[in-house]
């Protein structure tokens, strides 16, 4: 039997960052064949990822970004178990890595993501050694991509939730300083839609249902109840669609306002908002 070395064994724990004991298990198993330790390594991975399947991975980094011309926007959900993984810089330098492999690439879903290479590695390959080095369940969540006329971004507390912004002006300081304004104004108010024309109607059914049996067990008539719904219903748009919201800034203007006082015509067409369960 090969001999195996601590300074062989801390080698290959610099080199894949896996454990010191399934380090030296790797180079007993391989001989002290560093490639074939490696490959053992990636192997335990595979093995740990199928062991762990049913695991719930509901932490993770969210990063979000756009291109310098800033006509592509990205956003990847990089999920993990726990919160202590979700902080490491290694597993936040990872998932900026797959945001800009992304940006870079552009692909369509998270299938042709992970088909893509980080220094000559496949995703997917990588996804598997994360999950070799750090023993949890690790996968990309969601995967988001906006090519328009100009797109901001915004990542918001500690990467739990990231934010595309598409306007409808070309790029300049001034609106994509205001856009990245209405940008945290997502993260933090969550709209339903960009303006009351976009709520889908089963939302407006739920709300107009929930505004009449407030207003009946409040010992309205029943002929008062689908007004009282109604204006129910246009407190909901007021407060839940993003262009007449409050700006939180300046709670004097709507976000609409905001952006009018900006630059003339500037408004938000889309946006996207993906953020940690």
């Known amino acids: 039997m090969t001999t195996i070395t601590a300074s062989e064994v801390n ?5 894949t960052g896996a454990g010191m004991m399934d380090c030296k298990k790797a180079l007993v198993e391989s001989n002290g064949d560093f490639d074939i330790a490696i490959d053992y390594l990636r192997k335990k991975g595979q093995k740990v990822s199928a062991k762990r399947a049913d695991r719930e991975a509901n932490e993770g980094a969210i990063i979000a970004t756009t291109s310098s011309d800033q006509t592509t926007g990205v956003i990847v959900e990089l999920n993990c178990e726990t919160d202590f993984v979700a902080k490491n810089e290694d597993f936040v330098s990872f998932a900026h890595a797959l945001a800009s492999v992304a940006l870079e690439n552009k692909p369509a879903t998270i299938d042709e993501l992970m088909a893509l290479s980080i220094d000559g590695t496949p995703i997917s390959t990588k996804l598997e050694e994360y999950v070799g080095k750090i023993g949890e369940k690790i996968g990309i969540g969601t995967y988001v991509i906006l090519n328009a ?7 918001h507390s500690g990467n739990r939730i990231g ?9 300049s300081e001034a609106n994509t300083s205001a856009g990245k304004d209405v940008a945290m104004q997502i993260a933090a108010m969550n709209p339903v839609a960009v303006t009351k024309d976009e709520v889908d109607e089963t939302t407006i059914a739920r709300e107009i249902e929930i505004g009449k049996e407030q207003a009946r067990a409040e010992g309205k008539p029943e002929a008062m109840l689908e007004k009282i719904a109604m204006g129910k219903l246009n407190k909901f748009f007021k407060e839940n669609t993003l262009l007449a919201q409050p700006f939180v800034k300046d709670s004097g203007s709507t976000v609409a306002q905001m952006l009018q006082t900006t630059e003339d015509g500037l408004t938000v067409n889309s946006f996207k908002r993906i953020a940690l369960a």
């Not at 006329?149 to 990542?155: E, L, R, T």
């Not at 934010?163 to 790029?171: G, I, K, R, W, Y």
């Open 149 to 155: 006329n100009n797109v901001v971004s915004y990542i």
């Open 163 to 171: 934010v595309l912004v598409e306007l409808n002006n070309a790029a």
């Open 11 to 15: 080698k290959l724990r610099k080199l």
